[in-house]
């Protein structure tokens, strides 16, 4: 059997436990192998301009906002499984289950919690997210397709980092081009993105080229596991992007094309089913 298998059916659903009972038996990692590499490019960025207003991050392809919760809550994507697989949460409706689910995240929401609106052409998972209030925003918009609207635009304005993990086969230049033309003129956002190893990512560094940024990308290790919850770049790599004032991804990262210049290899963060973003 060849080609990248069908998860079309779980990526809209009223809430996420069609997601994670789909994906609890693939090994899938990608949020938590993304998330320690966010966190660093996130304190790099605020360490950038400490007195400006708190770091805020897009997240494409956010479904129903599984990098949020990380990024904003202690948790970890094993939580996250063992809660949606659950048989107690077998007969429970959607409508309960995301008052449960405001309760649970706000629970465990850090104090410096991040502020992250979510993009992905799924409506309900996207809504979902900004219910139970991990997303800031839900836009259940199509950039492929179209621009952002003009609420859209104006928040892809204040953006500072642009993650996605996972959703390279569902989008292509052509948001990520909507992405930064819509950013502010004088400063444009980080970049941090997973992808496979099959899905190339050179259409969308050369279309981020374009408003001055450089992609630089590096592999992670073969053999890693969903359990294997503290994944991240080397250090020493951390520490030269960092210094450079770059960001990084285990597949690519985007700076402005000031900073020193580095390999453009883009490949992949991890392997297994990914974020669906049409």
């Known amino acids: 059997m060849t080609g990248k298998a069908d998860f079309n059916h779980m990526y809209d659903r ?21 998330q320690p590499v966010f966190d660093q490019l996130l304190a790099a960025r605020a360490a950038e301009a400490p007195q400006q207003e708190p770091v805020r991050v897009l997240d494409v392809c956010c479904s129903y906002g599984i990098n949020a919760a990380l990024l904003r809550c202690d948790v970890t994507l094993d939580d996250l499984f063992d809660r949606y697989t659950s048989p107690a949460l077998d007969d429970v409706s959607s409508a309960d289950l995301a008052d449960s689910d405001a309760d649970f995240y706000a629970e465990r929401q850090r104090p410096d919690a991040v502020q992250v609106p979510g993009l992905d052409a799924a409506p309900n998972a996207v809504s979902y997210g900004e219910r139970v209030g991990l997303l800031e925003h839900a836009w259940a918009e199509d950039l492929e397709a179209a621009d952002p609207s003009a609420g859209f635009a104006a928040d892809l304005a204040t953006i500072d980092l642009v993650t996605m993990a996972g959703g390279s086969s569902y989008v292509t230049e052509r948001t990520f081009g909507r992405v930064a033309d819509a950013a502010a003129d004088d400063e444009p956002p980080w970049v941090a993105t997973f992808v496979l190893r099959t899905t190339p990512y050179d259409h969308i560094a050369g279309r981020l080229s374009e408003f001055g940024m450089l992609t630089v990308g590096w592999l992670r290790p073969a053999g890693s596991t969903r359990s294997h919850a503290h994944t991240a770049p080397p250090s020493a790599v951390a520490s030269r992007l960092s210094s450079r004032r770059r960001t990084g991804s285990a597949s690519a990262a985007n700076c402005r094309e000031s900073t020193a210049a580095s390999s453009g290899e883009t490949t992949s963060a991890a392997s297994g089913a990914q974020h669906g973003c049409a």
């Open 14 to 34: 009223p809430d996420p436990r069609e997601y994670f009972r789909t994906l609890g038996g693939l090994d899938y990692e990608i949020p938590q192998l993304a």
